[in-house]
């Protein structure tokens, strides 16, 4: 297909209060007093409605579309600034239905822990942005509801689970949306739409208490944002609502450090994935650009036990199987076992083909922090260069939970084989926007640092950005 021949983006960018904007910069404005949070919030439901019926990004709006609320004045940082829950997440008063058909319409009573450490940074929030069910796909395809798109190219996957966030920032609607990241799900859908996507250090934010249950934590939650000082503001003020004294503090991060860094290169994953070219080319440049800025670049081996890519599939598995058995007490009395999507059937029936592997699984992922640490010590790195996905953004359907399981989970495997280390190890990991394939679509790098380093990969995220500006989507 020639360029000529590619749909058109689709996105809200327009001549309004919003403009252009990042979330730091309508902050300021609104402070100043040089606009007001109404406008920008009559501004973000009027952008909504012009690109949601094509993108399918919002499970729930909590405006509506002909009346946008008033609303009344709000503190913190990003006071008055336009955002999106992702619905895996209580917000009071809304339902969370966890992209499934087998979850009851149950308003929540009160917002979860880490929307209330999230909406205390004075953010104002759309609604509920959707994501695949329960957050176990790499693409937003619920099978009972439409596919969210994704807006570069709306015929491909914007990702996921954070998909629906994800394909709503890069639109413009939002400039900054709640993300959370189980084996890559704020990275995946920031390299899918071109974003910022950073996941933190396991506890750095607040947990839920569906985390809390969990026999390895593996969730992190953060935000997908369309510049690096968004995601570093937003660090550092939830850092002042809680600040976790066992990890070093991310403080405010305002651009890049003058110290050069020793970095390690991944180029293939362990599933034996190679990457493809147009991947490989994106990663490629970006060490080159790293070397030119006098970081030194050395490849190394995956820090990591052999068997880690089939331990994390038998993780991923027994969460599936356990929420089959136990969705009653984890999400609501409502819940519907036999209304779950066919990549949740599969996952479940393949853990209890698999069951006896449990306990080897467990102990090896539980002890994937001290192999990893090990690892980069040994390599003598700072950070971990490697692709975000072995391939780039697949068209929709290609990752269908309508798809053939086992068909899909080899699919899945291959695709998303470099992030979901980081969950394990609870190390900090950031996705960049380093590259555009042939038909205009984003293709994001993957940098990985030390437990608590959130700092290092910010820094390093404000000298990529000044050094390689990422596309825009409404320069198309």
């Excluded at 909406?119 to 176990?136: N, R």
Aim: proline share 8%; glycine share 8%; net charge neutral.
């Amino acid at each position: 297909m020639s360029a000529f021949e590619q749909p058109s983006p689709i996105h809200a960018f327009t001549d309004d209060v919003m403009g252009d904007h990042d979330a730091t910069a309508l902050a300021a404005l609104i402070r100043s007093g040089d606009i007001s949070p109404q406008e920008v919030l009559n501004a973000a439901v009027a952008r909504a409605k012009q690109v949601e019926d094509k993108l399918n990004g919002i499970v729930t709006p909590a405006f509506d579309f002909d009346a946008p609320p008033a609303i009344a004045p709000s503190r913190g940082f990003f006071a008055g600034v336009p955002t999106l829950i992702k619905d895996n997440t209580d917000l009071a008063g809304l339902p969370t239905l966890h992209g499934s058909k087998a979850v009851a319409h149950h308003l929540a009573g009160q917002s979860s822990p880490f929307a209330r450490q999230y909406m205390a940074q004075g953010f104002v929030a759309l609604g509920k942005s959707s994501l695949p069910e329960f957050g176990f796909n790499a693409s937003t395809e619920p099978a009972h509801a439409r596919a969210t798109r994704n807006p570069w190219n709306p015929a491909f996957s914007s990702g996921a689970s954070s998909g629906g966030s994800a394909a709503l920032v890069a639109a413009g609607v939002v400039p900054i949306a709640h993300a959370n990241d189980g084996g890559g799900s704020i990275r995946i859908p920031a390299a899918c739409c071109g974003l910022v996507g950073l996941k933190p250090s396991r506890n750095r934010m607040v947990n839920n208490p569906a985390t809390k249950a969990l026999p390895i934590n593996i969730i992190g939650e953060g935000v997908v944002t369309r510049s690096v000082r968004d995601t570093a503001h937003f660090f550092a003020e939830a850092e002042k609502y809680t600040c976790n004294p066992r990890l070093p503090a991310v403080g405010e991060v305002r651009g890049p450090a003058a110290k050069r860094l020793r970095i390690g290169l991944v180029m293939d994953s362990i599933t034996g994935q190679a990457t493809d070219h147009a991947t490989r080319q994106a990663v490629e440049k970006t060490a080159a650009l790293l070397e030119s800025l006098g970081h030194t670049i050395k490849p190394m081996e995956v820090p990591i036990h052999p068997l880690f890519a089939e331990d994390f599939a038998h993780y991923w598995s027994m969460l599936a199987f356990l929420l089959s058995k136990a969705g009653k007490h984890a999400i609501g009395p409502g819940f519907d076992a036999r209304a779950v999507d066919g990549l949740t059937t599969g996952l479940a029936r393949r853990f209890r083909s698999n069951l006896r592997k449990t306990p080897g699984m467990l102990w090896r992922l539980s002890r994937s922090h001290a192999a990893y640490t090990q690892g980069m010590d040994g390599a003598g790195v700072d950070l971990v260069l490697s692709p975000t996905l072995a391939h780039t953004t697949p068209k929709l359907g290609y990752l269908s939970p309508e798809q053939p399981f086992e068909e899909l989970f080899e699919r899945l495997m291959q695709y998303a084989a470099f992030t979901p280390l980081a969950n394990a190890t609870g190390a900090p990991a950031l996705s960049l926007p380093m590259g555009m394939t042939d038909h205009n679509l984003p293709v994001g790098v993957h940098f990985s640092a030390h437990h608590g380093r959130e700092r290092t990969l910010l820094e390093l995220a404000f000298e990529l950005e000044a050094a390689a500006p990422w596309r825009r989507i409404q320069d198309r």
